[in-house]
């Protein structure tokens, strides 16, 4: 197990909502990443994380948003939701120094 | 041109058989090489990284080519349990993890 945990497992949502998930990760992981996979693709990165600041982001719009917090916990946040937010999105945490990143269960977000 | 382009599939192949998927990176600067498994509605898991001077970890090996931009992972004898999607994975220094769009392995009896 990688130690890290996201909740809610499943979600369904309909469109201009706005939703948030939950991301845990294990002590000493500063670095956490969000993504999302939709259907028959790869993860896509979202953004990441180190010591609660944002220090990357692909390419999402700004109604993706996200938060960490000193006790290794994240969120991501994304408003107004469309149908192709539909996905699996991914949280994926590492220590420092280290470049492997541990993936978390995922959310199974459903738009409708 | 993705930034990570891999093998479509699907592989579908008996046990015992050897199979190779491929891999190509657009960035040059890419500095570090992974493969990941998926199964199927489960999270991406660290099968191994990838070093220059080539790698083996039981069944699997993995090359890197860095002038070719080019990645390979090889599973000799493969058994029913490999079934599963691999992904091909790249990293940039102090970035994220890219992702190819996966190659679908079946295995049968």
């Known amino acids: 197990e990688t130690g890290v945990t996201q909740s809610p497992t499943h979600l369904i949502k309909t469109r201009g909502q706005q939703v948030t998930l939950r991301c845990s990760s294990q002590?000493?992981?500063?670095?956490v990443s969000w993504y999302q996979q939709a259907l028959g693709q790869g993860p896509q990165f979202i953004f990441q994380?180190?010591?609660?600041?944002?220090?990357g982001r692909g390419n999402f719009p700004p109604r993706f948003s996200g938060l960490q917090f000193p006790n290794y916990s994240s969120e991501l946040n994304v408003n107004a939701l469309e149908l192709d937010d539909s996905a699996l999105y991914l949280c994926?945490?590492?220590?420092?120094?280290?470049?492997?990143?541990?993936f978390g269960p995922g959310t199974r977000l459903l738009v409708l | 041109r993705k930034e990570v382009e891999q093998d479509p599939g699907p592989f579908n192949v008996p046990e015992g058989a050897t199979v190779a998927f491929n891999c190509t990176y657009s960035?040059?600067?890419?500095?570090?090489f992974f493969w990941y498994r998926q199964d199927c509605r489960k999270e991406p898991k660290l099968l191994m990284s990838?070093?220059?001077s080539g790698n083996e970890d039981g069944r699997f090996t993995a090359q890197l080519n860095r002038a070719s931009q080019y990645i390979s992972l090889l599973i000799r004898d493969s058994k029913l349990s490999d079934s599963a999607t691999y992904l091909c994975?790249?990293?940039?220094?102090?970035?994220?993890?890219?992702f190819g769009k996966g190659t679908t392995l079946s295995v049968s009896s």
């Open positions: 994926a945490s590492s220590p420092d120094g280290q470049e492997t990143q541990y």
């Open positions: 002590s000493g992981h500063n670095t």
């Open positions: 994380y180190y010591r609660e600041e944002e220090n």
């Open positions: 960035n040059s600067a890419s500095q570090s």
């Open positions: 990838v070093y220059s």
């Open positions: 994975v790249v990293k940039l220094a102090g970035t994220a993890l890219i």
